[in-house]
């Protein structure tokens, strides 16, 4: 595969990994141990009149833990990845700050599956 596919295909998968994190993380307990919750006053700022405060938290079961902790592992080792490519050594200046933008325009759907 050419240098830039190699580049480009490490870009993807760290987008799907990214999107797949945000999502879990989306649906995790606000507390990573169990916590109790607690109430608060208006939340400054707002104007939505909602009031504060968290509800309990039951923490991350092992199996959440599980996968945050592999997709935050995934996640750091395709950003060293992709910015520590030797590509990026062969450019300075302008060309660097455009091809990085280039490749970072690389988009995707988010994709269910990170792995």
Same mark, same amino acid.
């Given at each position: *595969? ?32 169990? *916590?109790?919750?607690? %109430? ?13 405060? *968290? ?7 092992? %199996? ?6 592999? =997709? ?29 933008? %280039? =490749? ?8 269910? %599956?990170?792995?």
């Amino acid at each position: *595969m050419p240098r830039i596919g190699r580049r480009r295909d490490a870009q993807r998968r760290l987008q799907r990994t990214r999107f797949a994190y945000e999502a879990l993380c989306r649906t995790l307990p606000w507390s990573v141990e169990p *916590m109790p919750g607690w %109430e608060g006053e208006k939340q400054l700022h707002s104007d939505s009149g909602q009031v504060g405060g *968290m509800p309990d938290s039951p923490g991350y079961s092992s %199996e959440q833990s599980a996968e945050e902790a592999h =997709l935050r592992g995934l996640l750091l080792d395709l950003s060293t990845t992709v910015s520590t490519h030797p590509f990026w050594q062969t450019l300075q200046g302008p060309d660097l700050v455009a091809a990085r933008m %280039e =490749l970072k325009q690389t988009t995707l759907a988010p994709a269910t %599956e990170a792995h």
